[in-house]
């Protein structure tokens, strides 16, 4: 029923910058809440940064200062704009939502399939 879908992935050198994208489709009312996982070859899926409702924002210590969430409410869309890349963000980037659909049944989590993000040294 809500599709999400990220792109702006892509291989950047060191100091560089990338804005990432997750644009969400099909029944929405609101997005209540969105997150940015990643996850790096053989380690856990961790959150990066999220946003509510309400603009209130959280980051990950290792991202903080570099990376800010964002969104664009009439676009369905969230934004990761990331600076200073370190071969350390190396990673396949997933976003992830709460989306209210407008229904009795309550708000559903969604998860894109996500982008790799290569940062060479």
């Known amino acids: 029923q809500v599709q999400l879908v990220e792109s702006g992935g892509g291989l950047v050198q060191a100091g560089g910058s990338l804005r990432l994208s997750c644009a969400a489709s099909g029944r929405i009312f609101s997005i209540d809440l969105a997150r940015w996982y990643r996850q790096a070859p053989g380690e856990q899926r961790n959150l990066v940064a999220q946003?509510?409702?309400?603009?209130?924002?959280y980051y990950a210590d290792s991202v903080k200062g570099r990376f800010t969430i964002s969104r664009d409410s009439a676009k369905n869309t969230v934004y990761l704009q990331m600076n200073s890349l370190k071969p350390e963000d190396t990673a396949v980037y997933y976003c992830?939502?709460?989306?209210?659909?407008?229904?009795?049944?309550?708000?559903?989590?969604?998860w894109g399939q996500g982008t790799q993000v290569t940062v060479s040294s």
């Open positions: 992830n939502a709460v989306v209210d659909s407008g229904t009795s049944y309550g708000a559903r989590i969604y």
């Open positions: 946003i509510s409702s309400s603009g209130s924002t």
